[in-house]
């Protein structure tokens, strides 16, 4: 999986202008909110908070622009509780946002 950032990192360039410490700040938000939320979808036991924790991943997706992260969270969504596919694919996001370096 390749982590498509072309329109994300457009939403956060836009966001912090020319100001590369605003930038990274941004960045580090964006990857913080996603690695919490994740984590709840792990530690999720029932139908709502793992419907919670995945609605809201694909909310901060929409709000940075991240075309993949969208389809992953959606198939959460679509999922039931622990579902290991969609685990997987939401691990993996994130594994491959940690190894892309900044523009």
């Known amino acids: 999986m390749a982590f498509e950032n072309a329109a994300f990192t457009a939403t956060l360039t836009a966001a912090a202008g020319d100001d590369p410490a605003l930038l990274s700040e941004l960045r580090g938000a964006f990857r913080e909110s996603l690695a919490q939320q994740i984590d709840l979808l792990h530690r999720?036991?029932?139908?709502?908070?793992w419907l919670v924790a995945a609605q809201r991943i694909k909310g901060l997706a929409a709000s940075f622009h991240a075309d993949e992260l969208i389809v992953l969270a959606q198939s959460a969504i679509d999922a039931a509780p622990g579902d290991p596919v969609a685990l997987r694919g939401l691990d993996g996001f994130l594994a491959e946002f940690d190894r892309v370096t900044p523009d």
């Open 44 to 49: 999720s036991r029932c139908d709502g908070n």
